[in-house]
C-alpha cells in the first residue's frame, strides 16, 4: 500500500487537528503541519515532499492565494485543494483559487468552533477526495500517442475542415464540468463574442453558495452576461446561465418558449446538479441541434447524457485530455466512442462561435409554437 504524505496549511490548531484525526485512522496516510520552524512554504515542501497539499484559504484578501500561486509556480505538478469557510467570502476565495489552478476544495464552518462538530461532514469528503486526486496524479500524462489511439483518424483543430455534417448550426450550448471545470470555463466564456447568438447552459459541480459567486465572477471576465439561472427563466441568445448548487436544472418547454427547469430533483450519479440531467433534456428539446461540451473531471456525471446528444445526432466536444486537470471523464467520452473531436478551451470558444453564427441572432426573440416548430425532435 503507498503512503500518501499530505501537507496541511491551515493556522486554526482545530482544523488541522480534526483533519489529522481523520487520516491518521488510515495507515495510508502521513499527515505534516506547517510549523514555524521552517522558513517558507517552498522549504516545507522539499523537506516534506508532499503527495497532496490541504490549504486554507480564508479569502482573497489574505495569504492563503499568494501561498498557492507560490505553490503553483514553484511546484507546478503539485496538487492543492482548498479549505475555505461556507460563506461568500470563502466561495470568493475557492472559486478565485480554483481559476489559479486549484484541484478542488473543502468546505469547512464559517466558525471557528463549529469545527468540532464537522468531522463526519470532513471525512466524506477529504477520504475520497485525496484518494482520487493522488490516483489521478499518480496516473502517466496523456500524450499524443494515446490520444490518437483512441481517436484514429484524428484530425488537429488547425486542419478541422468541417463537412457537410459539420455545417448544421446549433442553438444551444450545453457545459459539464466537474473537477477542474472551473478554470477551462473561466478561458472558454471569455473568448466568447458578445453578439453570441445562441444560450449558454452550465453546470459545474459546486455548493449552492459557490456556483452564485461562479456567475458573478464569470460575468466580469466575459463580453456576454453570466447568471445563476432561476426557476422558470426564458432562455436568451447571447446569455450564459449556471445551474444552482443543489438543484437539478433542466431546459423544458413552458408556454410558447424555451425555459430553465430548477428543482430539488433526486441526485443522479450522486450529483446535484448533475450534468447528465442538462444534457439529457436539452437534447429532448432541440435534437441534432444541440451542442454539449464535457470538461475536466473524475467520475461518470455526463457521460449517459452526452450520449444522448449524439443520439440525437448532435454534436459533442471534449476538452483536450493534455489540457484537463482532470483528465478521467474526458478520456472516459473519447474511449466510448462519443466523439473524436477533442479541443483546448479557447478552441472549444471558437467551436462554439463558429457554430453559433449559423443561428438567426433574433432566434431566440421569436415567440414559437411549442408543437409546430423546427426545433422539437
Known amino acids: 500500500m503507498d503512503i500518501i504524505n499530505v501537507l496541511i496549511i491551515d493556522k486554526n490548531i482545530l482544523v488541522r487537528r480534526a483533519i489529522t484525526t481523520i487520516l491518521q485512522q488510515h495507515e495510508q496516510f502521513r499527515v505534516f503541519w506547517l510549523n514555524d520552524e521552517f522558513d517558507t512554504v517552498e522549504t516545507v515542501v522539499r523537506d516534506v515532499e508532499p503527495d497532496i497539499v490541504l490549504l486554507s484559504i480564508e479569502n482573497i484578501e489574505g495569504e492563503g492565494l499568494d501561498i498557492l500561486q507560490k505553490i503553483r509556480t514553484t511546484f507546478s505538478n503539485l496538487p492543492v485543494v482548498v479549505i475555505s469557510p461556507r460563506s461568500k467570502d470563502g466561495a470568493r476565495a475557492a472559486i478565485t ?5 486549484a484541484i478542488d476544495f473543502i468546505t469547512k464552518p464559517e466558525s471557528k468552533n463549529l469545527i468540532l462538530f464537522a468531522e463526519r461532514h470532513l471525512k466524506k ?33 488547425e486542419d478541422f475542415t468541417p463537412g457537410v455534417e459539420d455545417q448544421q448550426p446549433i442553438e444551444v450550448v450545453v457545459i459539464g464540468g466537474c473537477t477542474g471545470g472551473v478554470q477551462a470555463l473561466f478561458e472558454i466564456l471569455s473568448n466568447l463574442p458578445e453578439d453570441l447568438t445562441v444560450p449558454v447552459v452550465i453546470v459545474q459541480h459546486l455548493p449552492r453558495i459557490y456556483t452564485e459567486y461562479l456567475a458573478h465572477s464569470l460575468d466580469s471576465f466575459c463580453k456576454i452576461p453570466v447568471r445563476e439561472v432561476q426557476n422558470g427563466e426564458s432562455l436568451e441568445a447571447g446569455t450564459v446561465y449556471v445551474a444552482p448548487g443543489g438543484y437539478q436544472c433542466e431546459i423544458s418547454h413552458s408556454a410558447s418558449k424555451i425555459v430553465a427547469s430548477v428543482h430539488r430533483g433526486p441526485r443522479e450519479n450522486n450529483m446535484r446538479p448533475s450534468i447528465d440531467v442538462l444534457f439529457r433534456s436539452a437534447a429532448n428539446i432541440f435534437g441534432n441541434k444541440t451542442l454539449g461540451v464535457l470538461l475536466s473531471g473524475c467520475g461518470c456525471d455526463g457521460l449517459s447524457g452526452a450520449e444522448e446528444i449524439t443520439k440525437h445526432s448532435g454534436k459533442l466536444i471534449i476538452q483536450d485530455p493534455r489540457s484537463a486537470i482532470a483528465s478521467e471523464l474526458p478520456l472516459s467520452a473519447i474511449s466510448q466512442g462519443l466523439t473524436k473531436m477533442y479541443c483546448t478551451p ?31 425532435f
Do not use: C, H, W
Not at 97 to 101: C, D, M, P
Open 346 to 376: 479557447q478552441n472549444i470558444a471558437q467551436q462554439i462561435t463558429k457554430r453559433s453564427m449559423l443561428v438567426s441572432s433574433d432566434y431566440y426573440s421569436q415567440e414559437k409554437d411549442p408543437i409546430n416548430t423546427n426545433y422539437l
Open 97 to 101: 483559487a480554483l481559476r489559479l489552478g
Open 125 to 157: 469528503r477529504l477520504q475520497p477526495l485525496i484518494k482520487a486526486i493522488y490516483k489521478m496524479n499518480e496516473q502517466q500524462l496523456v500524450d499524443n500517442v494515446m490520444l490518437e489511439s483512441l481517436t484514429q483518424p484524428q484530425k488537429s483543430f
